[in-house]
């Protein structure tokens, strides 16, 4: 079976500091990408940013960044800077390339992360 | 470039009556995604199209539980009938290609059904 799981239902943080949100996943394939999305109260879900597993460079996006630790089976999402707007739920997911899952997105209970002026 | 509409936002039924969505993926997107979102989860996909075919409905409850995808672009989601459990919000996505990992997947605002 293919898991995600987030352990930290909530976080909180002051603005312009940094928080980080861990995240662990399980499979039995190789190729896989590894996504963190956003679900603001809106409810519209927004990619944050992505990481492919081959590549052992950590994903970074503007303020947005991972730490991505394939034999852990490890994805953390790091927010520096944080600002009002990024008071959300952060969903990790991961999809794999190949076996019976192809293409299905696989997420996590997700983080309520809210920061504070 | 417009984003995935839903519709309805809400609804609010009574459990047994039937209820349907509506979606329009974003225009040219080949592959369409059904995900149910119950409260304090994460979503978990019901059914993934490709053009009009159905590409995987492993986890859609098919006695209850219908979709379809007209001409390939429109979809709607039904269910008949609701049971309490069914309370959740039902996003659709939608990608550009054929569904493979490297592509991004770009949400609607959602429908939020409570089953009474």
């Known amino acids: 079976a293919q898991t995600v799981t987030q352990s930290q239902p909530e976080m909180s943080v002051q603005e312009a500091e940094t928080v980080t949100l861990s995240c662990t996943y399980d499979?039995?394939?190789?190729?896989?990408?590894l996504f963190w999305y956003k679900q603001p109260p809106s409810r519209q879900m927004i990619l944050v940013i992505r990481?492919?597993?081959?590549?052992?460079q950590n994903a970074t996006e503007n303020r947005f960044s991972v730490n991505f630790q394939k034999a852990a089976k490890s994805f953390s999402l790091k927010i520096s800077d944080s600002q009002l707007g990024d008071t959300a739920m952060y969903f990790c997911?991961?999809?794999?390339?190949?076996?019976?899952?192809?293409?299905?997105?696989?997420f996590g209970q997700g983080t309520i992360l809210t920061v504070h002026p | 470039e417009a984003g995935v509409a839903q519709s309805p936002r809400y609804k609010i039924i009574e459990k047994r009556q039937s209820v349907a969505f509506w979606c329009n993926p974003i225009?040219?997107?080949?592959?369409l995604y059904w995900y149910q979102q119950i409260l304090g989860q994460g979503p978990k996909l019901l059914i993934q199209?490709?053009?009009?075919?159905?590409?995987?409905d492993s986890q859609l409850p098919k006695d209850r539980f219908s979709a379809e995808r007209l001409k390939g672009v429109d979809s709607t989601l039904k269910i008949q009938p609701a049971k309490l459990e069914d309370s959740a919000v039902y996003l659709c996505?939608?990608?550009?290609?054929?569904?493979?990992?490297?592509?991004?997947?770009?949400f609607g605002p959602g429908t939020r059904l409570l089953v009474l």
């Open positions: 996505a939608s990608s550009q290609g054929i569904g493979g990992g490297q592509e991004t997947q770009y």
């Open positions: 499979t039995s394939e190789n190729n896989y990408y």
């Open positions: 990481q492919e597993a081959y590549k052992q």
């Open positions: 997911a991961f999809i794999t390339i190949g076996g019976t899952s192809y293409g299905k997105l696989t």
């Open positions: 225009s040219g997107h080949a592959t």
């Open positions: 199209f490709q053009n009009n075919g159905v590409v995987d």
